[in-house]
C-alpha cells in the first residue's frame, strides 16, 4: 500500500527530531494514519538518526500500536476485570459472531476492526463496548448487536 | 499576567474566591468520563439553552459548573443544585427545561429524578444525604464534583496553590520532606513506601540533575481512580508535583498518562498552560529562587510501564522493560539521574498535607497509614463507583454501607483488591480494616486501589485465570520466571477450568507460583501469582470441585456447563431462538423450547432475553 507521507516532517518537527520523543512520533504517525506504514517507521528512524530495528522494537512492544491497517469502524470491548465479572466474554462473543470476526481482525472490506482492551477505566458502567469512540455502559449480551449493526 | 509573589497569589485568591461565590445558587453538572459517555455534555448545552434567554434571580449561566467524577457513575448523568444539594440522576436533556424552572427559579425538587435507595426504595433527596456518600472522607478527591476541571480559577478560589505558597515562602526542603516524612504519608500506587523517605533519599543523592515523575499508567483493569483525579482536579496533582520538586531539588517533571485516557491528557496539558500562563510554572515561581517545568507522556499501551524503572524508560522513548533493581530508581532513575516517582493520588494529597500539617493528616486513618485511600468500588454491588475512606475502614462497611450491598440481593462471596498483583478475600475477612498491611498479611494486597466485588456466580478459578492471562500477554518477557512460569500458570488453570486438570497439578502449581515470586525481575512477575495463590488459599474447595467432579459450581467456565429449559418454567415465548446465533434452540410457539448440546456454544444469549428465568445454567 502506497502512502501519502506529507504529514510525517510536520510530524517530526513539533517533536523536534528528539530521540526521547519516538514513542510520541510513533502515536502521532497512528493517529494520522491509523496504524503505523511501513514507509513511514523507514523515515522515522532516518529522521531521528536512530536504527530501524529500535523504532521496530518500539513500535512491537506496545500494544497502542499497530502495523495493520485498521477497519473503518473499531469496536472496542473492555475486558477489564470488572466487565468481566459482569460478563465481557459473553459480550464479546455476541459482537465476534454479528460481525463475523474475531478480537484483533479487520474485515477484508476494512470496516470493522474488533478490539479487546484490558480496561478503558470506567468501570462503575461495566461491562463496557466502545464504538468509534463512543462509550456504551452496561451492555447486555441481548443488546451487543445492536451497538455494532447500528454502524453499519 | 503572572502571579509573581505570595501576596498576590492571595489576592487572586480573594477575587476567584468572590467570582466563585457570587451566586448562591449553583448548578453542577458531573462531566467526568463516566457521565460524558451517559451524554451530559447533552446535558449542560440543554442548561445552556435553557438559561441564554431566561433570567433568574440570583443565578447565571456562569454558576453551571462542569466538574470531575463525582464517583457515582452508574447513576450518571448526575446534576447538583447547590447550596441544598438536591441531587439528581439519570437526568436527560429533555428534564433541563423543568430543572431551570421548578428546582433553580422555583426551589422545588422533581422526585422522579431523586436517587432511589436501594436498599431502603426511599426516595433521597440531598447530596449529602446519600449513603454512598456520606460514609465517605474526601481529601485526595477533595474538589472533585466541586470545582470547574478545566479552570484554574475556580481551583484557585478553594485555595489552590496556597500550599506551594507556603511551602516556597516560609520552608527549606528538608522542612517540606520532614513534613512528609511526619504526615506518615506513603505511595498510594500500591506498594505503600513511604513518600518522605523517598524523597529523602533521593534529596541526599549527589548529583546536579533531578527529576519528579508522576505515574498516570492505571494499568490495573477495574480501577480508575487515577484517571477521575487527572480529568477532575488536574491541579491538585500539578501543586503535589511542585512541592515534591522543590523538596527534592527537581527543575524538571513528567507526567506519564495512559494510552486510554483521552481526556486526562487534555486536561492536564489545559492545567500545564494555565500555570505557566499564571507564573506557577516556569522560572522563578511566585518570586523565589524555584524553577520548575512539567511535561505530559502519553503511555503506548503496556501494563508493564507502571513499574517504575520500565516507566522511567518508556519516557525516554525506549522499550518499557524494566531493570533489576540493586540500585533504586530514586537514586538512577530517568536518564540515570535521581527520581521522585509517586502516583497520581500520591501527589493529590501532598498540597493539603502541605496546609493542614503532619498532624491533622496522621488523625485519619489508622497507626503507619495515615489518611485515605481512593477505591474504584465495582463489580456485583449495589452502588459502583468511586469512593473515599479514611485508612482502617473495613470491607464490610465499604461494600455495604456504601456500596448498599450486593447486587440482585445475590450473597457475597469474595473481594479482590489490588488488582493482578493482589488476592481474592472471602467472606470470613470480611471485617478485615482496609490499610496497606492488614491486606498483604492476609495475602492480598492495596494495590493502587481496586475493589471488585464478587457474588457466588463468579468462579473463582475463572478469575485466577483472568488474571494471568492478562498478566502473560502484559509480561514484557525479559526475564524467564515471568515469561515462561506465568504462561505455565495460566495453562494449568485452564486445565482445571476445562475439567481436565488432576489434584498433582494443583500442588504443581503451588510450587510454580513459589518460583515465580523469588525469581522474577519485577513486580510484575513477584505478585503475579497473588491471585491464583490466595484464590486456592482461600477457596480450594472450589478448585476441587473443578477437578474431581468436573463442575463449576458458579456456572461461569463453559467446558463444564451445560444449558437447559426448564419446561415448567418456559412460555414459549420464542424470545431465545431468535436471540441464539448458533440456531442451537428449536421449538414452537407456546410450547416448551429445547437446546441442543451439540449446538449450544454457551452464549448466555438465551439467558439474558428469557423473561420468566426458564433456562438453567448449571
Redesign the interface.
Known sequence: MKHDLSHLPGIFARHQQ???????I??DIQKEYRYLPCEALQETAKALHVPLSKVF??AT?????SLHPKGKNVVRIC????C????AA?IQ??IE??LSLKAGQTSADMQFSIEV??????????P?VIVNEQ????V???GAKRLVKGVQ | MGITSSKQLLEMHKECKATFEKYPKKVIVCCG??C???GARKIVEAFQAALAERKIKDFSIEAVKETGCH????QGPLVVIEPHGTFYTHVKPKDVEAIVEKSIAGGEVIEPLLYTNPVTGNKVERYQDVSFFTHQHRIALRNLGKIAAHDIRDYIAVGGYQGLAKVLTSMTPDQVIDLIADSGLRGRGGGGFPAGKKWRTCRNVESDVRYVICNGD???????MD?SMMEGDPHSVLEGMMIAAFAVGAKNGYIYV????PLAVIHLQKAIQDCEKHGLLGDNILGTNFSFRIRI???????VCGESSALMR???????EPRAKYIHSVIKGLWDKPTVLNNVETYANVPIIAMNGPEWFKSIGVKNNSGTKVF?L???VRN???IEVAMGTTLREIIYDIGGGMLDGRPFKAV?TG?PSGGCLPAPQLDLPVDFDSLTAVGSMMGSG?M?V?DDK?CMVD?AR??LH?LVS?S?GKCVPCREGLYQLHELTERVCTGEATEADLEKMEKLSEVVITASLCGLGKSGPNPLMSTIKYFRDEYLTHIREKRCPAAVCKKLITYTVIEEKCTGCMACIT?C?YNAITGERKKPHFIHQEKC?K???C???CKPDAILVE
Open positions: 528528539k530521540p526521547e520523543a519516538l514513542i510520541m510513533l502515536q522494537s518500539v512492544f506496545y500494544n497502542a500500536f475486558v477489564g476485570t470488572a468481566h465479572i459482569r460478563g459473553l462473543d455476541q459472531n454479528a482492551v484490558a480496561c478503558v477505566g470506567a468501570c462503575a458502567m461495566a463496557v462509550y456504551h455502559g452496561s447486555k449480551p441481548s | 468520563t463516566g460524558i459517555a451517559n464517583g457515582f457513575c452508574e492505571e494499568g490495573d483493569p477495574g480501577a480508575f484517571r495512559r494510552e486510554e485516557y507522556n502519553r503511555g503506548a499501551g503496556a501494563f518508556s519516557v525516554a522513548g525506549e522499550v518499557g474504584s465495582v463489580g456485583k459502583t463507583g468511586l479482590q488488582g481496586g471488585i464478587m463468579t478469575v483472568y488474571f492478562f502484559e514484557c436471540a446465533a456454544e452464549c448466555g444469549a439467558v439474558a432475553v
